[in-house]
Nanobody
């Protein structure tokens, strides 16, 4: 059974940085994977994804500030958050495609991200 466990959230001042981690079990980390977030009172939105080929794709709101990477040997997916803004506040979720088909980052990947972690909270104060 695929399991994902996020960590690394916290409270940080605007302009600061955080690195979120997602420990994955029972899933090939080379699968398409991604990060979502949900701000209080808002719908969940896709932050970015990483494809089987290492391609990455990001929402316009985080492009140039957030970076997704992975360490296959450690079964860890990362989300580096830089230049944080108060509007980045929310619960951040790691998600994985549990299938066997290679996928590129972006819309195709997001469609198959059906396994979720419990989330880690990021709070950015001004």
């Amino acid at each position: 059974q695929v399991q994902l466990a996020e960590s690394g959230g916290g409270s940080v001042q605007a302009g600061g940085s955080l690195r979120l981690s997602c420990l994955a079990s029972a899933v090939n980390l080379r699968n398409c994977m991604g990060w979502f977030r949900q701000a209080p009172g808002k719908e969940r939105e896709g932050v970015g994804s990483i494809g089987s080929d290492g391609s990455t794709s990001y929402a316009d709101s985080v492009k140039g500030r957030f970076t997704i990477s992975r360490d296959n040997a450690k079964n860890l997916l990362y989300l580096q958050l830089n230049s944080l803004k108060p509007e980045d506040t929310g619960m951040y979720y790691c998600a994985a495609d549990p299938g066997l088909v290679p996928r590129v980052a972006g819309t195709e990947c997001f469609r198959y991200l059906v396994v979720w972690g419990q989330g880690t909270l990021v709070t950015v104060f001004s």
